[in-house]
């Protein structure tokens, strides 16, 4: 049974670059959440999902995030201008209502020069 | 203060060794817990849930201090495959909301 899918697993791209990160959750899952990880501050919440519905966005850092979630298989997470201060690793996560804890992607690993 | 807070480590212990792990977290509406493990480049994982009673899993043991907002988790019989990085992981509301986690302690286990 597949997990949580993302893509690209890595991306190299230039400042002022767009960037578009995509997801894939657990089919039947009914959450979706975006993370970014760093070395300075771990694990953080960016955006999730309910439904399809987005839920709470407080923690996209700027206007230059954005995040859709067209359908209960596939969501996005695009950066518009990048910067070298974007450059994390980014997990999406699902869940099922109930269900307690959350299954991960592996991750995509944005470095932006 | 931080929501989730954990000691950082570096732990470096031996094989066979036991070791204990702490969290603290702020918010005591906090419903449920949970232990995470992330292995070098790779995502976090579900290590097992904190239950108020305490729970077991093999050489894992969780437990969850209510009064204190206390979470910790002991490893017995360290093994070589345990390194990681344990995240400690609170939810605050029940339903779909967001795990808020630790930045981890990470375990290092030497032959």
């Known amino acids: 049974d597949a997990g949580v899918i993302q893509s690209p697993r890595h991306e190299v791209t230039e400042m002022g670059q767009e960037v578009t990160l995509r997801c894939k959750p657990i089919?039947?899952?009914?959450?979706l959440f975006w993370y970014r990880q760093t070395m300075m501050r771990g694990l953080e919440l960016l955006i999730y999902?309910?439904?399809?519905?987005?839920?709470?966005d407080s923690g996209m850092p700027e206007d230059r995030f954005s995040a859709k979630m067209p359908n209960a298989s596939f969501s996005t997470l695009k950066i518009q201008p990048s910067e070298p201060r974007d450059s994390a690793v980014y997990f999406c996560a699902s869940s099922l209502a109930g269900s307690g804890g959350g299954f991960f992607g592996p991750g995509t690993r944005l470095t932006v020069l | 203060r931080k929501e989730v807070e954990q000691d950082p480590g570096p732990f470096n212990v031996p094989e066979g060794a036991t070791v204990a792990f702490n969290c603290t977290y702020s918010?005591?509406?906090?419903?449920?817990f949970f232990w995470y493990r992330q292995d070098c480049r790779k995502e976090p994982k579900l290590l097992m849930s904190?239950?108020?009673s305490g729970n077991e899993d093999g050489r894992f043991t969780a437990q969850l201090n209510r009064a204190s907002q206390y979470i910790s988790l002991l490893i017995r019989d360290s093994k070589l495959s345990d390194s990681a990085t344990y995240l400690c992981v609170v939810k605050t509301i029940s339903g779909n909301t967001p795990l808020v986690f630790g930045k981890g302690t990470r375990l290092s286990v030497i032959a």
């Open positions: 904190v239950y108020s």
């Open positions: 089919s039947g899952h009914n959450s």
């Open positions: 999902f309910n439904n399809n519905v987005p839920i709470d």
């Open positions: 918010n005591s509406a906090s419903q449920s």
